[in-house]
T-cell receptor, first 114, second 114 residues
Framework: DAKTTQPNSMESNEEEPVHLPCNHS???????IHWYRQLPSQGPEYVIH???SNVNNRMASLAIAEDRKSSTLILHRATLRDAAVYYC???????????????FGGGTRLMVKP | DSGVTQTPKHLITATGQRVTLRCSPR?????VYWYQQSLDQGLQFLIQ???????AKGNILERFSAQQFPDLHSELNLSSLELGDSALYFC?????????????FGPGTRLTVT
């Protein structure tokens, strides 16, 4: 899988929006952009994924740059429960590719202040 | 609750011993993945099974093996344990083989080798 670059840590205030950036300059046309998060003492949890268009779900929004070389995970109103490590992962699911496993980098540790 | 269960939650054993970690996937999921999370290596993919067959392999040591049974539960066997095998071991499941769908992670088994 292509490599992603994320800041090591970010801080946010409770009830404010949070924008978590991810750079993936070597992304290929068949790479999907996935975000997972890991809350303290828990297993990773799926957040959202997309290919080219921006995506919204109940947890977050994903904004993908037009050239797809970067993306931003948006938490619209951070809560204390959103404090976690957020992982941006590229997955190539083209036919014949064993890209089914998740390749985790260091992620971004998000701290939320009350 | 992701629907993926792992037992035991904690395991303490001595070097040279053998242990078995167990995972039950979400109902309906055919793929099971095993990941190892240690402080120095982060989250690493070990192995994937799909409907009883090995599908993909990561950096899994030869001392480690896994299998998926007809009822789709999976076991990860770790033998000749070393201090460096101390880590969190996560199991994840997904409905498909090729990674088109998200993975759901269990709560993990914390292995301590003394």
């Amino acid at each position: 899988d292509a490599k992603t670059t994320q800041p090591n840590s970010m801080e946010s205030n409770e009830e404010e929006p949070v924008h978590l950036p991810c750079n993936h300059s070597t992304i290929s046309g068949t790479d999907y952009i996935h975000w997972y998060r890991q809350l303290p003492s828990q297993g990773p949890e799926y957040v959202i994924h997309g290919l080219t268009s921006n995506v919204n779900n109940r947890m977050a929004s994903l904004a993908i740059a037009e050239d797809r070389k970067s993306s931003t995970l948006i938490l619209h109103r951070a809560t204390l429960r959103d404090a976690a490590v957020y992982y941006c992962i590229l997955r190539d699911v083209s036919y014949g590719n064993a890209g089914n496993m998740l390749t985790f980098g260091g992620g971004t540790r998000l701290m939320v202040k009350p | 609750d992701s629907g993926v269960t792992q037992t035991p939650k904690h395991l303490i054993t001595a070097t040279g011993q053998r242990v078995t970690l167990r995972c039950s996937p979400r109902s309906g999921d055919l793929s099971v993945y095993w990941y190892q999370q240690s402080l120095d290596q982060g989250l690493q993919f070990l192995i994937q099974y799909y409907n009883g067959e090995e599908r993909a392999k990561g950096n899994i040591l030869e001392r480690f093996s896994a299998q998926q049974f007809p009822d789709l539960h999976s076991e990860l066997n770790l033998s000749s344990l070393e201090l460096g095998d101390s880590a969190l071991y996560f199991c994840a499941s997904s409905v498909d083989e090729l990674g088109h769908y998200e993975q759901y992670f269990g709560p993990g088994t914390r292995l301590t080798v003394t």
